[in-house]
T-cell receptor
Framework: NAGVTQTPKFQVLKTGQSMTLQCAQD?????MYWYRQDPGMGLRLIYY???????DKGEVPNGYNVSRLNKREFSLRLESAAPSQTSVYFC???????????FGNGTRLTVT | DQQVKQNSPSLSVQEGRISILNCDYT??????FLWYKKYPAEGPTFLIS?????DKNEDGRFTVFLNKSAKHLSLHIVPSQPGDSAVYFC??????????FGAGTRLTVKP
């Protein structure tokens, strides 16, 4: 079982460049999430999608956009990357809001 | 403003002894609490959860205790094993999908 798959695993961007992080889950989960992990800050929620067709801001949404393409896929877009967005990004999914999250293995992004 | 706090960045225990990881929260509306474990270069994996209607939940070697009046929860691992060495995250949510995490505690279990 693949679970939650994130691509790419690593990415280096220059300031001002754009990119999209891809995430797909094969567990038929309704809810999907994007988190970023920074040293000393833990995991901070960027955006989530409670169900197909809906998206909501989390704790740190500025500088990001998301698209819930279908039930399986939830992408995160950086329109104009900044060094402050250097982080490890995790996608997750859950059956519903009361269920534990299943995480992908992360995307390590460096913005120079 | 971090609503979930893990004030100990690291903890070291001897194999076979008890590990106690602590977590505090500030949002009194949180009613669902979880612990996740994370190994390097992997995503966090779910360990154990507890809802606010309980004060204890047990799963094998892992027990989570919730003290709502103190806004405090803890994870007990007994007995600790070297394979338990990882970063442990505490998480909490209200009755929605907005799940907040603490900064994590790195547990090292020495053989």
């Amino acid at each position: 079982n693949a679970g939650v798959t994130q691509t790419p695993k690593f990415q280096v961007l220059k300031t001002g460049q754009s990119m999209t992080l891809q995430c797909a889950q094969d567990m038929n989960h309704n809810s999907m999430y994007w988190y970023r992990q920074d040293p000393g800050m833990g995991l901070r929620l960027i955006y989530y999608s409670a169900s197909e067709g809906t998206t909501d801001k989390g704790e740190v949404p500025n500088g990001y956009n998301v698209s819930r393409l279908n039930k399986r896929e939830f992408s995160l877009r950086l329109e104009s990357a900044a060094p402050s967005q250097t982080s490890v990004y995790f996608c997750a999914s859950s059956a519903d809001w009361r269920s534990p999250l299943h995480f992908g293995n992360g995307t390590r992004l460096t913005v120079t | 403003d971090q609503q979930v706090k893990q004030n100990s960045p690291s903890l070291s225990v001897q194999e076979g002894r008890i590990s106690i990881l602590n977590c505090d929260y500030t949002n009194s509306m949180f009613d669902y609490f979880l612990w996740y474990k994370k190994y390097p270069a992997e995503g966090p994996t779910f360990l154990i959860s507890i809802s606010s209607i309980k004060d204890k939940n047990e799963d094998g070697r892992f027990t989570v205790f919730l003290n709502k009046s103190a806004k405090h929860l803890s994870l007990h691992i007994v007995p600790s094993q070297p394979g338990d060495s990882a970063v442990y995250f505490c998480a909490a949510s209200e009755n929605n999908n907005d799940m907040r995490f603490g900064a994590g505690t790195r547990l090292t279990v020495k053989p």
